[in-house]
């Protein structure tokens, strides 16, 4: 290549563009806020959820005596909802929250111990069934891969999704709360 070569080819070389960082920190704004908006929205609804939610009675605490344990669970809390309404999910009293769990099952109820989330009590009074479900608001398994304990609290039939770190364990936990659930309904028919 001839110098006069290189002189015409490096004039005809243009530089790259440079980069407009305002048009592109503006964009990076924009679309922070509008994530920021979109969460500030969830979390409104969350809360109006709850407001709509708040006749729902304060959430029992386990008695000091409450009898021999019959089974215990360690797992998940996936939830509670409307029983049979199964994506009208709870959030009153931190109902909504998911969370580990650690379930007791005695004679006075049922146990609810949630780190980092409000524990609470469902008397033996209150309970009214027990099943395998596939899913609760947010939560889809597979068949049977969840433990749904259906209780009243207040005046509202309440749906629980709990799941297992063994799964095996669901199968003898619905056996035992339906069979106590329909001794302790036999027991306060005959008293009437």
């Not at 909504?96 to 005695?106: H, I």
Request: zero cysteines; charged letters at 25%; aromatic letters at 8%.
């Amino acid at each position: 290549m001839t110098p006069l070569t290189q002189l015409t080819y490096a004039a005809e070389q243009k530089s790259a563009e440079v980069t407009d960082w305002a048009a592109r920190i503006g964009w990076l704004v924009g679309l922070a806020l509008f994530v920021a908006l979109v969460y500030w929205l969830m979390r409104e609804g969350w809360k109006w959820r709850g407001t709509l939610q708040g006749d729902l009675p304060e959430l029992l605490q386990a008695p000091d005596e409450a009898g021999p344990v019959r089974l215990t669970l360690s797992g998940r809390y996936h939830g509670s909802t409307t029983a049979g309404q199964w994506l009208d999910r709870i959030v009153a009293h931190g109902l909504g929250t998911r969370s580990r769990v650690e379930l007791t099952l005695t004679d006075a109820g049922l146990d609810v111990v949630r780190p980092g989330a409000a524990d609470f009590f469902v008397p033996l009074e209150a309970l009214r069934e027990a099943r395998l479900d596939k899913g609760i608001a947010g939560k889809v398994l597979t068949e049977g891969g969840l433990l749904v304990v259906t209780w009243e609290h207040g005046d509202r039939l309440l749906d629980s999704g709990f799941r297992s770190d063994h799964a095996a364990e669901h199968n003898e936990w619905v056996e035992t709360l339906n069979q106590m659930i329909n001794k302790d309904s036999n027991k306060r028919e005959g008293a009437r």
